[in-house]
Structures are given as C-alpha cells and as structure tokens.
C-alpha cells in the first residue's frame, strides 16, 4: 500500500507524525493514532496461536453477505511482523469473511506488540468478551496460559475479568472424553451438562450418559439427576434405570404415535410430554387406539 493511502485513511495525525518526510511511522507512532487504516488482505496473515480454532462456516457466510451490504464496522487488530505483513491479534473471522466478500483491503488497528504472552492475552481477552469462543476453547487457552506463559488463575481473574470459579469450571471440562469435549463445541450439549459430567471420573460412564443425553435430548437437570444417583448407587442400579426409562418411553411413545416425543423433566420432577400430530384426524386415531 501506498504512503499517500495510508495518509488519506489515516488522516492529518499521520502527516504531523511524519513531519511531510515521507518516512514510514513507527509500530508506538501508529498506536497513537485513533483511527484505523486499509491493509491489503494479501499482507496479512492469521495468528496460528490464536485462542478460536472453531470457525462456524455459515457464521461466516452471513457475516460475508454482511460486510458485502455494509462493510466492515468493527476494524480487526493486527500487529506488523515485517515491513511489509502484518498478523492478527484478533478479527480473524472478520477477516475470513472479509476475503470471502472479495475485499482486497480491510481496516486495521495496528498494536505494537511483540511479546507472544501479550498477543495471546489480548486474543483472548477480545474473544471471551465478545463471546466468540466455545466453552472448550476457553478452557484450553486458560490452560495455556498457566502452562505455557506461568501465569497463575488469579492473573487470569484480573486479565479477562472473570472469577477464580469460573476460570476453574472452564479448566475442569477438558478433563471430558475428548468425545465429549467435541460435542460441546459442536452444540450437542451445553456447559452445563459437561459440567454435570464432570464429576463422574469413568470415561466409559462419562460416555455412556453423553449418549444418553444426546439419544432423549436430556435437559441440565436430567443429566444431574443421573449423575447424582451414580455417584450414590452403583451405575447398574439408579443411574441407567432412570435414564432407561426415559429412553424406554420416549421409544415407545413415539411408536405408538408415529412422531418424534420430547420428555421433560420441571424443576419439581414432575414430567411432560409434547408431540406434535400432523391433523386433527391423526390425534382422534390416535385416542382409539388408547382406548382400545
């Protein structure tokens, strides 16, 4: 990119800092400046250590359509490793989308930093705020940083504003079966199931629940109920009885109504069943074969 583009998108603070000398500004210059300037996509690269590893791809699909319709609102952050390219802090999917929309250029932040602990910090920090990291991957930079960069949970409180419970909580569900773990990031499960499975130190058993829970679309609290009989009774008793009479009559209900049954469980154990008929015809053959 040019010096004069660079000048029109920065605007007059990048011609006080070069005092009409033509000279390329610093990394610390460029930070003093608050508006963002055009990088050629082609002079960027992705930070292979970023914190996000799961790229939902129609995310990025209707944030491309987005961006074709709108433009870019939220410019990336980028660092510049050479003198001519630059990696990203954080904006990957921007800049994905932003490729995939045909841009030939995006605006950018530049940072002046160096240290990879600093743009690790940073990435981090961007994506838990903005939400854009799964539960899994939140778990496994926590883990990083304590791992690899000696960083203690309390310096993870004070970096990402989160409490020392919740650092832990995240920590703790990379302990799942890696079948498990998949499974949250893909959205089968929530936290709060892995949660529930995580005090169940068997990965068999661990396995065994998950699929139950994916096979009768058990809620948080179902999952609990289970957990907590396996933990005070042997798993062939309380555990899979309870479990396999939800299976068990899900089954059959919806054989006997030829459509799909959801089971659900109140907060005062007490079970509802909906399912859906496709006419008023269906519902009352139905009830005849009740009643017979």
Not at 44 to 69: A, G, H, M, W, Y
């Amino acid at each position: 990119m040019s010096d004069k583009k660079q000048k029109r998108v920065l605007g007059r603070g990048l011609d006080a800092l070069l005092n009409n000398s033509g000279e390329s500004p610093s990394i610390n210059d460029l930070q003093r400046i608050s508006n963002s300037f055009e990088i050629s996509v082609d002079k960027i690269r992705v930070n292979p250590k970023q914190p996000r590893t799961n790229f939902d791809t129609n995310e990025i699909e209707n944030l491309s359509q987005s961006i074709k319709d709108l433009g870019i609102i939220q410019p990336i952050t980028v660092r510049k490793v050479d003198p001519e390219n630059y990696e990203i802090i954080s904006g990957e999917r921007r800049f994905r989308a932003s490729k995939k929309a045909g841009l030939k250029s995006i605006p950018c932040y530049i940072k002046g930093v160096d240290n990879e602990t600093d743009i690790l910090k940073m990435s981090l920090v961007e994506n838990v705020q903005r939400v854009d990291l799964d539960p899994i991957e939140i778990g496994l930079t926590y883990e990083r940083l304590i791992n690899d960069y000696n960083l203690n949970i309390d310096s993870i409180t004070r970096l990402v504003g989160k409490n020392r419970s919740t650092i832990s909580n995240y920590i703790r569900l990379l302990k799942l079966d890696p079948i498990i773990q998949s499974g949250i990031r893909d959205g089968f499960l929530s936290m709060g199931h892995g949660r529930a499975l995580i005090n169940i130190d068997d990965k068999k058993i661990q396995l065994d629940i998950y699929e139950q829970i994916i096979a009768s679309k058990l809620s948080v609290r179902q999952t609990e109920n289970i957990v907590r009989g396996n933990k005070n009774n042997n798993v062939s008793n309380t555990s899979s009885d309870v479990s396999k009479i939800y299976i068990d009559a899900t089954n059959k209900f919806e054989k006997l109504f030829n459509s799909k049954v959801r089971l659900k469980e109140n907060i005062e154990g007490k079970v509802s069943l909906s399912t859906t008929f496709k006419s008023i015809n269906e519902l009352y053959s139905i009830l005849k074969k009740l009643s017979n």
